[in-house]
């Protein structure tokens, strides 16, 4: 079992940065890749970021690359996810995800594919 822990979420103005962490405990958290996804009301979920868990391969959304990035810090059971030149429509719940993989370099946009999920953070971004 891993459970996960997500943090840092806000309002913030259009064009403002935010910081997300998500903390793991349980199982081996270099064991697993990460993944950032986020639901807007009345959408479904979608894949925003991804990890290894050697953190050497990471995977973005068309919609976020170039403002946002993924990183991981093993010896703290973190990944993170910054968030820069935010906007409006970046407004959602935020949640991170953790797959059990044995492949250093495996990482994917896939949600069912995930294993482990946290409750969510809320960024809102106003215009």
């Known amino acids: 079992q891993v459970q996960l822990v997500e943090s840092g979420g806000g309002l913030v103005q259009a064009g403002g940065s935010l910081r997300l962490s998500c903390a793991a405990s349980?199982?081996?958290?270099?064991?697993?890749?990460m993944g950032w996804f986020r639901q807007a009301p009345g959408k479904e979920r979608e894949f925003v970021a991804a990890?290894?868990?050697?953190?050497?391969?990471?995977y973005y959304a068309d919609s976020v690359k170039g403002r946002f990035t993924i990183s991981r810090d093993n010896a703290k059971n973190t990944v993170y996810l910054q968030m820069n030149s935010l906007k409006p429509e970046d407004t959602a719940v935020y949640y991170c995800?953790?797959?059990?993989?044995?492949?250093?370099?495996?990482?994917?946009?896939?949600?069912?594919?995930?294993?482990?999920w946290g409750q969510g953070t809320q960024v809102t971004v106003s215009s």
């Open positions: 995800a953790a797959l059990m993989t044995y492949s250093g370099s495996y990482y994917t946009s896939r949600a069912y594919q995930y294993d482990y």
């Open positions: 349980g199982r081996t958290f270099s064991s697993y890749a």
């Open positions: 990890i290894s868990w050697s953190g050497g391969s990471t």
